[in-house]
């Protein structure tokens, strides 16, 4: 019993360290996004998940993937659809539907905030050696798979995860250099 509640106690530590460290994540992120490539970090993870998919994706999908509600993720849409960056097509067979697409000034601020992110990636991964960086992966895949165990959703399969993510990277390495 008195492993058990040191053991309780280590992560407590362990969690609120990694809860406040994700917050200061996501705030970098959220500035470093929003001040060099001229969307939010939320508007980001959609046209990440967008341009993954492509060419159209449900709003439904958007929001399972970005682990976010859709009524959030509508209005997130919303917002970008009117500066440019979405394109809607409502379904005709179920009018709450709609597919979504990139536009061609959406695709380029997904290429600034590639650029951003990959920046942000190389600046903080800098500080750690190739076995620390092997560690942290392990663990967080560990934690991962305990967070969707808790929300009952099914952990995504790393190389489906990789495979997207190299398409979204192979898409905007090949493709012309966008002016800031």
Known sequence: MASESRC?????????????????LTKLE???????????????????????????????VIAKQVLRNLNTVSMIVDRMEK??????NWSEVD??????????????????????GAELRQHLGCRFTSEEIEQLTELVN???????????QEVPL???????????????ENAPAVQA
């Open 8 to 24: 309780n106690e280590s992560f407590d530590t362990a969690f609120l360290q990694l809860h406040n460290l994700i917050g200061a």
């Open 30 to 60: 959220e500035r470093a996004y929003l001040h060099k490539a001229g969307i939010t970090y939320q508007q980001y993870l959609i046209l990440i998940a967008v341009e993954s998919n492509g060419p159209k994706i449900h709003e439904s």
């Open 83 to 88: 500066n440019g960056l979405l394109e809607r």
């Open 95 to 116: 009018r709450r539907k709609a597919e979504v697409k990139l536009t061609k000034k959406g695709k380029e601020a997904l290429r600034r905030a590639l650029k951003v």
């Open 142 to 152: 560990k934690l991962k798979g305990g967070v969707f165990q808790e929300l009952d």
């Open 158 to 172: 790393p190389d489906l995860e990789r495979a997207m993510k190299q398409r979204v990277i192979r898409l905007h």
